[in-house]
């Protein structure tokens, strides 16, 4: 059994990561692998690299450690006692980062987890599940690392290519018309988006999911990745439906001009 428990999630934008509780001097493991890039007291140091996008005041993530995952993936390991890493330190999987604390804004002994993806905070629950984090940072597993693979097998050039024909951000509105787009650079790419979009160890997974994120904080309610890919497919429906009217249309004049000038085709 993990050293860690649940205690709370993700909840936009009042709290940018998840809880799990432990006793004070467990230690912390790592969900993902990277480069360390920062670790250290932000009650000493309030401007951290990732600080201005961090929701709470200067010093509240306590005794901290940043792990850069590569192609925009940060991991975040708040509350600690001390560190057991140092800048520029490449760590692995399971890899201990730190010890559990009360450091900073913290009413118990906790790690607060989260995760940024292209600098944005994210819910880490759209890439790994609870059970895996818990085991995970708790020693006792390995979280699957996050990213191109699974039997999907996306890999980052298709999703850079994919993601470069939209043309869109992914706070971006998904209109009809870039839903056709979505869809028809998806086939282009050889991506299959109703089984990619839906699988968080893809990156177009992961690109779907930061849709419905973004899409689910301007609205105020929660939209799921299977809404924004049957937006998607539901988008290209319904822009192709005008042109197969217009097709039927055109195959009714053509049917009508045949019967009226073909002779014998019409009664005097």
């Known amino acids: 059994m993990s050293a860690f428990s649940w205690v709370r999630g993700f909840t936009y934008p009042t709290h940018l990561g998840i809880d799990l509780s432990a006793s004070t001097g467990t230690p912390i493991h790592a969900v993902a692998s990277g480069r360390v890039i920062y670790a250290g007291d932000t009650r000493r140091d309030p401007s951290p690299p990732w600080w201005s996008s961090w929701q709470g005041a200067a010093g509240a993530a306590g005794i901290a450690v940043a792990v850069d995952g590569g192609e925009g993936r940060t991991t975040y390991y708040l509350h600690q006692q001390r560190v057991a890493v140092t800048v520029g330190q490449s760590v ?97 790419g050889g991506i299959d988006l109703a089984t990619a979009g839906l699988d968080p160890s893809t990156y177009v997974g992961r690109a779907v999911r930061d849709f419905a994120l973004a899409m689910s904080q301007s609205t105020g309610r929660y939209i799921g990745p299977e809404t924004v890919v049957n937006a998607v497919l539901s988008g290209l429906a319904g822009a192709l439906t005008p042109i197969l009217w217009l097709f039927a249309i055109l195959v009714l004049i053509v049917l009508g001009l045949y019967v009226t000038l073909t002779p014998g085709g019409s009664s005097a």
């Open 92 to 188: 692995d999987r399971g890899s201990i980062v730190g010890y559990v604390d009360t450091t900073g804004d913290a009413t118990g002994p906790h790690v607060h987890f989260a995760l940024t993806l292209g600098g944005r905070f994210v819910d880490p629950l759209t890439v790994w599940s609870r059970q895996e984090l818990i085991d995970t940072i708790g020693g006792k597993g390995s979280a699957p690392a996050p990213g191109p693979g699974g039997s999907i097998g996306i890999t980052k050039p298709q999703f850079d290519a994919w993601y470069a024909c939209i043309g869109a951000q992914p706070w971006d509105t998904i209109t009809p018309a870039l839903a056709v787009k979505m869809s028809s650079c998806a086939a282009a």
